[in-house]
């Protein structure tokens, strides 16, 4: 092993569970699912990452019991049965090959065009029916919505237990439902669901606390979240620390077990002053473990993969200094992954210069 990034090669162990190192897959949509069943495919691409030496893979965006939750008819989903039997075999073959698994809970929202979605003649869902700040198509979700929605977050993490995953991530990033109730620019309720910070945090937490209820004490529960938007990619939710806290304390008390700080280059400081990153101030505020993410081993941010431009590789070093730092715990990696399935395997043995040059025309196959 080349010492050089022993650091992100050291076995990591929380809330009851170890993952072999520090790497982790980054959550992305691949929309090769039908009718939202995860196949044999779905399986051989995650154990393939397994293979390649990834220590935890997060699935793409899978989704929850609502009928306006999902956005593709592609798009894996967390219930019902045939799309259960498809993750359990995905988590069968991952495990196979040394792995952990956790899938990324899902839910739209506003995201969805009802056109292009399953249940076209059902209006899409946000807290103030939003399609971004200061457009509104639809009524503000009912507390009824809002109740039904944290069940199926909840009945997804105990059917994600049953079938065999090591845990979940909530996906409260990126403007979608979760980061809707967060986010002043779509939440403009006044009730106990919007307006301050606790109360535009409090979907989430609710959520967290239901997932807690219907698993078990020590089943790992991941929250993604970003200052970033798809609505807006220079939204922030907060802009000092003092307000980073007192978004995350909710959170972390009920019982988030790691903290996933999605941001575009991990090597940007968060706010003026210090070097720390968000997920660098995510743990020194809550305690908690997290993890960073962001153009790791890449020198392109991946808004530019969508119009499919390439990357050039981009050294690790800084990355594993934070590691060694003990800033974050664990480093999700997303388009090098998708590029290079051995990522994680070549870099531990000091072969960067292998890795598959990240194409633009990467995101055609998602293989
Ligand atoms: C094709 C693609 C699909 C993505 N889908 C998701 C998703 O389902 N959920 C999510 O939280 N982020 C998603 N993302 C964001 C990635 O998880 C990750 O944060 C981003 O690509 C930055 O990491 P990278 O620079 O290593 O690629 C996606 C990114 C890409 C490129």
Redesign the pocket.
């Known amino acids: 092993m080349s010492s050089a990034v022993d650091a992100m090669f050291k076995p990591f162990t929380f809330q009851g569970l170890t993952l072999e190192n520090r790497i982790a897959m ?5 929309e090769f699912s039908p009718n939202g069943v995860p196949n044999e495919d779905v399986a051989a691409y995650y154990r393939r990452r397994a293979e390649g030496g990834t220590g935890l893979i ?1 699935t ?2 899978t989704t929850i019991d609502d009928p306006v939750a999902t956005m593709g008819h592609n798009i894996p989903q967390i219930h019902g049965e045939k799309p259960l039997l498809g993750w359990k075999n995905t988590v069968q073959q991952v495990h196979a090959a040394g792995g952990k698994i956790m899938p ?1 809970l ?1 839910h739209v929202g506003m995201a969805r065009n009802p056109d292009n979605s399953p249940h076209s003649e059902l209006p899409s869902v946000g807290p103030s029916g939003l399609l971004k700040p200061g457009k509104q198509v639809a009524e503000p979700m009912t507390h009824a919505q809002i109740e039904n929605i944290i069940a199926g977050f909840a009945s997804a993490a105990a059917d994600a237990m049953r079938v065999g995953f090591d845990g979940v ?1 909530i ?1 409260g ?2 403007g ?1 439902l979760v980061d809707q109730f967060f986010w002043e620019g779509m939440n403009e309720r006044t009730d106990e669901w919007g307006g301050n910070m606790a109360n535009r945090g409090r979907f989430a937490v609710e959520i967290v606390k239901a997932i807690r209820a219907a698993t078990s004490p020590d089943f790992p529960i991941l929250l ?1 979240y ?1 200052q970033w938007k798809q609505q807006d990619y220079a939204a922030r939710l907060v802009d000092t620390p003092q307000l980073l806290e007192e978004f995350l304390a909710p959170l972390s008390d009920a019982g988030v077990d790691m903290f996933h700080c ?4 991990y090597w940007e400081p968060e706010f003026d002053g210090d070097d720390l990153n968000l997920a660098g101030w995510t743990k020194k505020i809550t305690g908690k473990p997290t993890m960073t ?6 020198n392109g ?2 808004f530019g ?2 119009v499919g431009q390439d ?1 050039e590789k981009r050294s690790v070093d800084d990355l594993v200094e934070r590691l060694e730092k003990g800033e974050f715990d664990m480093v ?7 590029q290079d399935p051995q990522w994680a395997n070549k870099i531990r043995h000091g072969q960067h210069d292998q890795v598959r040059q990240y194409a633009g025309d990467a ?1 055609a196959t ?1 293989s």
């Open positions: 980054a959550p992305m949509t691949r997060i793409e965006g990324q899902w991530e996906h990033a990126h979608y993604r970003s999605s941001t575009r280059r993410v962001g153009s790791v081993g890449l941010d991946f993969a969508f990357a999700a990696v997303g388009r090098a992954l998708l995101l998602l």
